[in-house]
């Protein structure tokens, strides 16, 4: 059974820095593309960034120069750096996995506000 743990979310203040991460446990990941996307209030889900298994990304126009997506395969890990944030980055935030049909994590809020 796959299961995503992510941990990183939380209230910053624009301009400031967080770090998502996101474990995954239950296979082999390091064949399958990761990545994150993001919901905010009243709008749909969105790709924010993604990694393939062989280390090619993808952005949001949105999040292009400011976030960098990056996996770990020994730990079957993927992080997401985001800097400069802005208040419309505002969301919840959901570790996917490319296997199969697609595997999601919960969700961890991330807030930019002063």
């Known amino acids: 059974q796959v299961q995503l743990a992510e941990s990183g979310g939380g209230l910053v203040q624009p301009g400031g820095s967080l770090r998502l991460s996101c474990e995954a446990s239950?296979?082999?990941?390091?064949?399958?593309?990761m990545g994150w996307y993001r919901q905010a209030p009243g709008k749909q889900r969105e790709l924010a960034a993604l990694?393939?298994?062989?280390?090619?990304?993808n952005y949001a126009d949105s999040v292009k120069g400011r976030f960098t997506i990056s996996r770990d395969n020994a730990k079957n890990t993927v992080y997401l750096q985001m800097n400069s944030l802005k208040p419309e980055d505002t969301a919840v935030y959901y570790c996917y996995v490319g296997k199969g049909g697609g595997y999601w994590g919960q969700g961890t809020q991330v807030t930019v506000s002063s």
């Open positions: 239950g296979s082999i990941f390091s064949f399958y593309a």
């Open positions: 990694i393939t298994s062989g280390g090619g990304t």
